[in-house]
């Protein structure tokens, strides 16, 4: 380290400086007569200490620097990526893993002799150093690079070495990460660039989410190659715990060497849950691999959907308006029906009454059973309401109004509302819709309800509800004052061409008062329903006191069954106030769970299922892709094969821009923080008094 004095003036004011001294210690000790009769050297001491301190004083106001320099020399570093994907060695014997492995090795000891090798291994995540077993399920090339990138973007990279076959499944494309490294890339490349005889299974796509008892379709993806003039038997399963039910099955001739088809098929949604659907297709002679030979999808068959009954008072232009827009989410489906018509509430999830209970409509009974069955319910108040039967039939707001009378209310946000949220769009917009028409007259409402719209009556705000909620004995039902729902709907197809804030209006409110509360002291569940198989489980437990506040005291004991029945066992480990247990990674298929616990006495149990879906992308493109590599390395000087790996060892070795760097790292610091100037002045200062006043002097 080199130490260099610099100051913030002209160097010349140094001068200034010392003459400045000697000037006021000339002042001070020239005619001075006390300190000769003692010594004669005295004075001349006297003054120099003095002319020296005042000099020191005066040049820290210069503002003098000290510039320390340490020159640090980094070694080059060398990295070495190996791809640890299954691909790597689907054609390999252990005798080729163990000769790839052994000469990935042997480079990096060949280059650690000049450089600072490091090395990971990546294919879904990365890993630190070279690895000899290639397990990992998919390949992600771009990853790998991001990874060089972001570790050593700022340090002094020689090279990076990729090993590899080139075929990247996950990420995008690793061509474009080339700018991003400065180094230069060297490819080491494996695998079978020919085109070889093999059946695959290339796709099953179909919505990941359907509703009990409807149809939805499968569509297969079947690719061949050098199998010209062959059969095989495409069959679709659904693989159940009770076996596997055959659901189509049929012969495929291949009748060219680049091979391709597709093949569409109508499926019941007959179970709920996760289900797993295989389709398979028989081998040939002659095949590669068999393992892309199959391939399994899974859906979701929710058993969710919400059936509405719209009860109106008569046919009126909100009816078809509701219907068409609840209709449009899957979550529900709709029936109209008028109070002379036949229908059993038992047959419904939830009521919408129109204009109900109305002047000429007496729907008495029909609201006893709404409350006997605790059914939520939407009553929608307009021209037709009979108020007073309206303010019997619920305790949530009470109208005082003729019923007569009606006026115009457009809707105003309550910006305390938090039961759940509104999009921006509907915020902003919604003020400029149409108005309801609503009773002229007074509204109040119980303690407990939580009004999401004000009624805007001539542009003043009110706290009238416009539209309110209230939750009783676990009952959530809501209000919306006011008729006329059909012209915000044309309204909003009108002004944004969708009905998409009309829709948001209308479905979170069905979706709230639907929406059930969970009272159990004691639920389990898994992070989701569908893993892959390179995802570790995690299963969560919560467990409440009488005061439904969380707490985690007792044991809670955990039950693991595969789809063969057998029994994994776990005590489940406590994290903060719940419990939590990651049970690892599982080989692929259908898995139920079970908890139970015991606290206070009483007996609590809970159970579920997941699945998980095995990663197939490592076995349908077995095929090299020594291009891209070629494209990584700038071109063929730079890439080898695993024969010549030593060849890439001497090329590296020999490289002269792969050189140590020297980076400088500069300190500045004022001179004046250096303590120990500062005892010196004052040890100086202290000298020269103490002989003053040794000698007579003040």
Request: charged share 20%.
């Amino acid at each position: 380290m080199t130490q260099q004095f610099t100051l913030q003036y002209p160097a010349w004011f140094i001068l200034l400086c010392l003459l400045l001294g000697i000037m006021l210690s000339g002042m001070l000790y020239y005619k001075e007569q006390r300190f000769r009769s003692e010594h004669s050297w005295l004075p001349w001491l006297l003054a120099f200490l003095r002319a020296l301190t005042i000099a020191g004083i005066a040049f820290f106001l210069l503002e003098p620097l000290i510039r320390n320099v340490k020159d640090n020399i980094q070694e080059p570093i060398v990295v070495i990526a190996q791809d640890a994907s299954e691909s790597m060695v689907s054609d390999m014997d252990e005798e080729g893993v163990a000769s790839l492995t052994a000469k990935a090795q042997a480079l990096k000891d060949q280059l650690e002799i000049k450089y600072d090798v490091r090395s990971f291994s990546f294919g879904s995540d990365i890993q630190e150093g070279l690895v000899d077993s290639f397990t990992q399920k998919v390949s992600n090339l771009s990853n790998a690079m991001d990874y060089v990138e972001q570790n050593y973007a700022d340090q002094n990279l020689g090279a990076l070495i990729l090993i590899s076959d080139g075929i990247y499944n996950e990420g995008r494309n690793p061509v474009y990460n080339i700018d991003h490294i400065s180094a230069p890339i060297y490819t080491i490349a494996t695998g079978d660039t020919s085109i070889r005889t093999d059946l695959t299974v290339k796709g099953v796509f179909a919505n990941s989410i359907v509703y009990l008892g409807d149809k939805f379709s499968i569509q297969v993806d079947v690719q061949a190659f050098n199998c010209n003039n062959q059969n095989t038997r495409l069959r679709l399963y659904h693989e159940k715990e009770s076996g596997r039910e055959l659901l189509e099955e049929e012969t495929l001739r291949i009748d060219s060497d680049n091979f391709f088809t597709t093949k569409e098929y109508v499926v019941d949604a007959s179970t709920p849950g996760t289900n797993r659907y295989r389709v398979t297709l028989s081998p040939i002679s002659g095949e590669v691999s068999r393992s892309n030979n199959y391939k399994d999808v899974y859906i979701q068959v929710l058993d969710a959907r919400q059936k509405i009954l719209l009860l109106a008072q008569s046919p009126h232009p909100d009816i078809s308006a509701l219907s068409q827009i609840i209709s449009n989410n899957k979550n529900y489906e709709t029936e109209i029906k008028f109070p002379g018509d036949a229908y059993n509430l038992a047959d419904y999830d939830q009521v919408i009454l129109h204009n109900l209970p109305g002047k000429n409509s007496d729907v008495t009974g029909t609201l006893v059973q709404i409350k006997e069955k605790k059914l939520p319910h939407i009553f929608i108040v307009g021209s037709q309401m009979n108020i007073g039967a309206f303010n019997e039939a619920q305790d949530l707001i009470t109208i005082n109004s003729n019923g007569i009378t009606l006026e115009e209310v457009n809707p105003a946000f309550n910006n305390n509302f938090k039961n759940f949220n509104s999009s921006e769009p509907l915020r902003s917009k919604l003020a400029s819709f149409p108005p309801l028409i609503a009773p002229f007259g007074e509204y109040s409402l119980v303690s407990n309800a939580a009004s999401y719209l004000y009624q805007n009556i001539r542009s003043v705000e009110t706290d009238y509800p416009l539209i309110t909620f209230q939750e009783k004995s676990g009952i959530r039902s809501a209000v919306i004052v006011g008729e006329g729902l059909w012209k915000w709907r044309l309204f909003d197809f009108l002004q944004h061409g969708n009905y998409e804030i009309v829709s948001e209006v209308i479905n979170k409110t069905i979706q709230y008062i639907s929406t059930k509360k969970d009272n159990r002291k004691f639920i389990l569940s898994a992070a989701k329903n569908l893993f892959k198989e390179n995802e570790s489980i995690t299963i969560n437990a919560q467990l409440y006191n009488d005061n439904y506040e969380l707490t985690n005291e007792p044991e809670v004991f955990l039950s693991l069954y595969d789809q063969n029945g057998e029994e994994f066992k776990y005590t489940m480990s406590r994290t903060n106030d719940y419990y939590t247990m990651n049970v690892g990674l599982l080989p692929p298929g259908s898995y139920r769970f079970s908890g139970r616990t015991n606290h206070n006495g009483q007996e609590h149990n809970d159970n579920g299922r997941f699945s998980i879906q095995e990663i197939q992308l490592e076995s349908f493109d077995l095929q090299a892709r020594h291009d891209v590599l070629t494209a990584l390395a700038g071109g063929s000087d730079q890439l080898y094969y695993p024969e010549n790996a030593d060849a890439l060892a001497s090329a590296i070795l020999e490289k002269e821009t792969i050189k140590p760097v020297i980076y400088q790292n500069v300190k500045t610091q004022p001179l004046i923080d250096l303590k120990w100037i500062f005892f010196i002045l004052l040890a100086m200062i202290s000298v020269e008094w103490g002989l003053r006043r040794y000698f007579g002097s003040y």
